[in-house]
């Protein structure tokens, strides 16, 4: 199967790019395209993963609200004269 670019700006970036590389046309385009897919694919991964994280906050914010505040937590932890554990 063969690729005809008919796009000047195309064909002039892949010689470029093949120039810049040392690699063949082809080569240096065959590269450059499984390098944008990655790309995109780790995107969509990314995407899914805000996505989780989103959902997560919702359902997680409620039940978070009565709890002290990060600076009180210590308190609750931790002897205040010794820095050691508290015995619970």
């Known amino acids: 199967?063969?690729?005809?670019?008919?796009?000047?700006?195309?064909?002039?970036?892949?010689?470029?790019?093949?120039?810049?590389?040392?690699?063949?046309?082809t080569r240096a385009v065959t590269t450059a395209l499984k390098e944008k897919l990655e790309r995109e694919e780790k995107a969509k991964k990314r995407e899914g993963r805000m996505e989780w994280l989103e959902e997560l906050t919702k359902r997680t914010a409620p039940l978070?609200?009565?709890?002290p505040s990060s600076?009180?937590?210590?308190?609750l932890l931790f002897d205040?004269?010794?820095?050691l554990p508290l015995d619970r």
């Open 64 to 67: 978070l609200k009565d709890l």
């Open 71 to 75: 600076d009180k937590i210590g308190d």
């Open 1 to 25: 199967m063969a690729l005809s670019l008919k796009n000047p700006e195309t064909e002039r970036l892949a010689k470029e790019l093949a120039r810049a590389t040392g690699e063949s046309v």
């Open 80 to 83: 205040k004269e010794t820095g």
